[in-house]
């Protein structure tokens, strides 16, 4: 499930496109203010940034050169009411991917993002690996050591998420929505018991538990 990060400051329109985008199987969350848009964005959880111009703190080209200026490559679709063609011309110099202004059709919106997840992904290697785990992502296949390990989708998904963040903290809130979607019980042990799978498959030392705060990939 693609996780969508949404900066604007106007409740009711960030509303509207985070309803719409989780109905249209997005994982979503709102960031009101420049600063927390950023810190969001740097974070790793989202694949993709709709990034208003006009926010408080930080307006959205500062947050977009500090985006870029970090080495991010988060695809990024401006959004805003300013459609000046210099505005339009700063944000997509600045590094954005799109520009669309508002007043707009919300399946416009969905078409947008849509068409650059699919060039992101178009662009995305087809293998990680990490130490002598490789995983083809085009497949769904894992290999330890040059030998096929079984894993089923949910841990092949759980594997891709600590392989893709080798090394750092990875919180069982921040794997609960990202492979089981935001919506699923955070009071669940399901990460802990598929956690526990992997320790199984791909062998001992390999995934360490930070108590009180997650896992990693070692």
């Not at 309803?19 to 993709?48: I, M, Q, Y």
């Not at 926010?55 to 870029?68: A, H, I, K, N, T």
């Not at 988060?74 to 000046?84: C, D, F, Q, S, W």
């Amino acid at each position: 499930m693609a996780s969508i990060l949404i900066a604007d400051d106007e409740a009711r329109i960030s509303g509207f496109i985070d309803k719409g985008l989780r109905a249209a199987g997005f994982a979503t969350r709102v960031a009101p203010t420049g600063p927390e848009a950023l810190n969001l964005a740097l974070s790793g959880e989202f694949d993709l940034l709709v990034l208003d111009v006009n926010l408080p703190g930080m307006d959205g080209f500062r947050v977009l050169e500090e985006l870029r200026g970090s080495g991010s490559s988060m695809p990024v679709i401006m959004l805003t009411a300013r459609v000046e063609l210099e505005d339009t011309v700063a944000g997509l110099e600045g590094g954005a991917d799109d520009y669309l202004g508002k007043p707009f059709r919300f399946d416009e919106l969905v078409a947008r993002i849509r068409l650059r997840m699919r060039r992101d992904e178009a662009a995305a290697p087809t293998q990680l690996s990490h130490r002598d785990l490789v995983l083809d992502i085009r497949t769904r296949r894992a290999h330890v050591g040059g030998t096929a390990v079984e894993l089923s989708a949910r841990e092949f998904a759980l594997a891709e998420e600590l392989v893709r963040h080798a090394g750092q903290v990875l919180s069982r809130e921040q794997l609960l929505s990202r492979v089981w979607g935001f919506d699923f019980d955070p009071g669940s042990n399901v990460v802990d018991v598929y956690i526990g799978y992997l320790r199984q498959k791909l062998g001992p030392g390999r995934i360490e538990t930070m108590r009180g705060v997650g896992y990693r990939l070692t």
